[in-house]
């Protein structure tokens, strides 16, 4: 089976893509939105937010990974991703499904699900303004306020020219409130010809059986449950017989945990380092309990070289403990 990791804005960017996709078990990444308004962008701008591009499309793991693009202008829209589409991504996708009203605002995002002729106008004007051997994809919700327009939608993305469809199974309305209505992507899945991706509420592998169960798709996208548990895309593959049956402990992630820190601390602002680490601890304390204590040891401490120190303890005490763990991740 396919599993990609979902753009997520302000949690998973190139830093994060590389750390989760080094744990395994992910085989596509979408990069979270590069927002089009009414110029055109400069490379600089595509590579900042997409470093990637710099590595073949690839984070350093070697998954690739699709650039997303947020915009309602179709013209904008096409004259971006013709640039963007030279610079060698894996893909480019396009987002209709951001429930942020800042952007919703402007028309973007789930804005765009009350108006389809804008949707397949849109993919069709993207469509055309890049090689045909690129892959254009979109997200989408089931809708706006409610899921009325949600097959609509999804066959005005597809007869515009999409190769790939994924559907986050709630409204803007719904945000992120569970339940996910994964069975709404079934109805979808038989009203368009294009592979359709479930996405929403999956954070277990019992979530992702019943999703797959409701929704007919073998391809998923997970999101905040690959934050949580970095080792759930394994987890997945190997409950369908799609891999070894191995559970990615704490001993394997906190070298990965380190590797974090240190990516942060070269590529990102220095104000914003210690808070990026401790958002992710608070994801992963969800799943681990060893992440829970990290969490209440670091949540009062920013200064670099303290965090440093105990990360590098942290890391030797695991090795000592757990020899072979680190020699296990690296052959996953």
Known sequence: MTILLAPMEGLVDFVLRDILT????????????????????????????????????RTLAGVPVRAQLLGSDPVCMSENAARLAALGPDGIDLNFGCPANVVNRHGGGAALLKEPDTLAAIVSAVRRAVPAHLPVSAKMRLGFYDDTLAVACAQAIASGGADELVVHARTKAQAYRPPAYWERIADIRAAVAIPVVANGEIWTVDDARRCREASGCDMLMIGRGAVADPGLALAIKASVGDGPARALG?????PL?????????????????????KQWLNFLRRRYPEAET???TLKTINDPVLIDQWLAGAVQAQADMHPAAEERLQAA
């Open 294 to 296: 990290a969490y209440q």
């Open 257 to 277: 945990l380190a590797e974090f820190w240190h990516l942060v601390c070269t590529r990102l602002d220095a104000r914003s380092r210690p808070g990026r680490l």
């Open 22 to 57: 080094r744990a395994g078990g992910v085989d596509r990444c979408v990069s979270e939105f590069i927002r089009i308004t009414d110029q055109l962008l400069p490379e600089r701008v595509f590579t900042r937010i997409v470093p990637e591009l710099l590595n073949g499309g």
């Open 250 to 254: 704490w001993p394997e992630l906190v």
